[in-house]
């Protein structure tokens, strides 16, 4: 198993731009997780689903958009990226409710320009 | 608001030595205490969790501590290795929830 996956690894923005970041798990989780990471504050959650075509906001979600049509795959769109979004991204997956391990992706980080 | 406040921010040890980091939670109705080992470049991964029930949990030298009364929990590593170092995240969540609320991480020097 390959666990979480994400792409891509790094990427550069400019100001204004969109971009997707994909994530994808082949673990057949219900539960899957974006979280962004900023030094010194820990990690926020952004958007999580529960299964397919179920998504809900987390703590931080404004300017960020999330599908989920396969239990695979859960990629995070950002319309408009800006400054304030430069930060290491991460998806995670579970298998079931609350108490289950997280299983994380190595992230993606971003630097909006 | 910051439901789990964590400390230190970081963390210097001699090889060998005991690595504590404790962790504070405001929300009584958390229930799951997970502790996430992440390497530089890398995901975070569990290391270590609790629920309230109990008061200690141990996974060969690592043990968690918990005090429900004092809405406290902490990471003891003993006899630590350089291989240890890494940043060490606390989190909580509570029932019914699915996410996970993390500390600010503490990050962890095991010096030779």
């Known amino acids: 198993n390959a666990g979480v996956t994400q792409t891509p690894k790094f990427r550069i923005l400019k100001i204004g731009q969109s971009m997707t970041l994909q994530c994808a798990q082949d673990m057949n989780h219900n539960y899957m997780y974006w979280y962004r990471q900023d030094p010194g504050m820990g990690l926020k959650l952004i958007y999580y689903s529960v299964g397919a075509g179920i998504t809900d906001k987390g703590e931080v979600p404004n300017g960020y958009n999330v599908s989920r049509s396969t239990t695979e795959d859960f990629p995070l769109r950002l319309e408009l990226a800006a400054p304030s979004q430069t930060s290491v991204y991460f998806c995670?997956?579970?298998?079931?409710?609350?108490?289950?391990?997280?299983?994380f992706g190595p992230g993606t980080r971003l630097l909006v320009l | 608001q910051q439901q789990v406040k964590q400390s230190p921010q970081s963390l210097i040890v001699q090889k060998g030595g005991i690595s504590i980091i404790n962790c504070a939670y405001e929300n009584t109705a958390f229930d799951y205490f997970p502790w996430y080992q992440q390497f530089p470049g890398k995901g975070p991964a569990l290391l270590i969790a609790?629920?309230?029930?109990?008061s200690e949990k141990k996974e060969g030298r690592f043990t968690i501590s918990f005090n429900k009364s004092a809405k406290q929990f902490s990471l003891h590593i003993m006899d630590s290795q350089p291989g240890d170092s890494a940043t060490y995240f606390c989190a909580a969540s509570k029932a019914g929830r699915r996410a996970l609320t993390f500390g600010s991480g503490t990050r962890l020097q095991v010096q030779p």
């Open positions: 609790i629920r309230p029930d109990v």
């Open positions: 995670a997956s579970s298998y079931g409710v609350a108490g289950e391990t997280q299983y």
